[in-house]
């Protein structure tokens, strides 16, 4: 997951909000969002390497979302997988901050990463770089491979949009969706220096990416309204594919003592 934005109690309507983008590489299997068949009351893609998910939500309404962290240097094979993260968090019933501090004390066992975790009474966010565990106030946040709310071009002019569309009596999935399909690739003096070369800054620096080898395979949005009703909407992408597969669910968040 490379760009996950979060409106959290900023529209009068939908009290949650969560648009993001999973960046991978193409040759990597996984599945769509689904809820599945070993723990039906999760509903999320799956990565069929890892075993993990990149983003997801319980029934009762549990979510958590993982980001890496852009590193230069090669990844530790032996790392534990981070999506195993999220569908850990998705599996139990620890609060989210709770949870968090539990990873941080086995932080080191993964390359890095962001996640967010939340429920119904709080969202909280932990990054393995700096330790740092953050429970978040309402607000509009963006996320992507550094920390959080950092001034990258993509972040900045994604969440500007999703604010626009906040401004709206109501959020349309579909116009969330095309906001994250954005290919605007920004001028070289904005992007950022993470090291990995100004080629590869510009390959990554677009809201949606598309490279050979390497690009975004689904965005997703989820909304949840007053009611405690979710929308969740997937569109997943392959580069041999003409269009889109879309898949779309929605069910009302159940008591989490019948989860």
């Given at each position: 997951?490379c760009?996950?934005?979060?409106?959290?109690?900023?529209?009068?309507?939908?009290?949650?909000?969560?648009?993001a983008?999973?960046?991978?590489?193409?040759?990597?299997?996984?599945?769509?969002?689904?809820?599945?068949e070993?723990?039906?009351?999760?509903?999320?893609?799956?990565?069929?390497?890892?075993?993990?998910?990149?983003?997801?939500?319980?029934?009762?309404g549990?979510?958590?979302?993982?980001?890496?962290?852009?590193?230069?240097?090669?990844a530790?094979?032996?790392?534990?997988?981070?999506?195993?993260?999220?569908s850990?968090?998705?599996?139990?019933?620890?609060?989210?901050?709770?949870?968090?501090?539990?990873?941080?004390?086995?932080?080191?066992?993964?390359?890095?990463?962001?996640?967010?975790?939340?429920?119904?009474?709080?969202?909280?966010?932990?990054n393995?770089?700096?330790?740092?565990?953050?429970?978040?106030?309402p607000?509009?946040?963006?996320?992507?491979?550094?920390?959080?709310?950092?001034?990258?071009p993509?972040?900045?002019?994604?969440?500007?949009?999703?604010?626009?569309?906040?401004?709206?009596p109501?959020?349309?999935?579909?116009?969330?969706?095309?906001?994250?399909?954005?290919?605007?690739?920004?001028?070289?003096?904005?992007?950022?220096?993470?090291?990995?070369?100004?080629?590869?800054?510009?390959?990554?620096?677009?809201?949606?990416?598309a490279?050979?080898?390497?690009?975004?395979?689904?965005?997703?949005?989820?909304?949840?309204d007053?009611?405690?009703?979710?929308?969740?909407?997937?569109?997943?992408?392959?580069?041999?594919?003409?269009?889109?597969?879309?898949?779309?669910?929605?069910?009302?968040?159940?008591?989490?003592?019948?989860?």
């Amino acid at each position: 997951m490379c760009l996950i934005l979060l409106s959290y109690r900023q529209h009068a309507r939908y009290p949650l909000l969560i648009a993001a983008n999973r960046d991978e590489f193409y040759d990597r299997p996984s599945q769509p969002a689904h809820f599945w068949e070993d723990a039906p009351w999760i509903l999320a893609g799956r990565d069929l390497v890892g075993g993990g998910a990149w983003f997801g939500i319980t029934r009762s309404g549990r979510f958590a979302a993982v980001s890496n962290i852009r590193d230069p240097r090669p990844a530790r094979e032996s790392a534990r997988s981070r999506g195993l993260l999220v569908s850990e968090f998705l599996c139990g019933d620890p609060p989210p901050r709770a949870y968090l501090a539990e990873v941080a004390r086995r932080g080191s066992r993964y390359n890095g990463f962001n996640l967010l975790a939340g429920d119904h009474d709080e969202i909280a966010y932990y990054n393995n770089r700096t330790g740092e565990i953050l429970t978040l106030a309402p607000g509009l946040y963006g996320l992507s491979n550094h920390r959080l709310d950092t001034p990258w071009p993509k972040v900045k002019n994604a969440k500007a949009a999703l604010a626009k569309i906040l401004g709206m009596p109501a959020a349309e999935p579909g116009a969330i969706l095309e906001m994250l399909a954005d290919r605007t690739i920004p001028p070289d003096g904005c992007l950022p220096d993470t090291g990995v070369g100004l080629v590869r800054e510009r390959v990554l620096a677009s809201i949606f990416i598309a490279s050979e080898d390497y690009g975004t395979r689904c965005s997703s949005v989820l909304i949840q309204d007053r009611d405690r009703r979710v929308r969740f909407v997937e569109r997943n992408f392959l580069p041999e594919d003409a269009g889109a597969r879309t898949v779309q669910f929605e069910f009302d968040i159940d008591n989490p003592a019948t989860a």
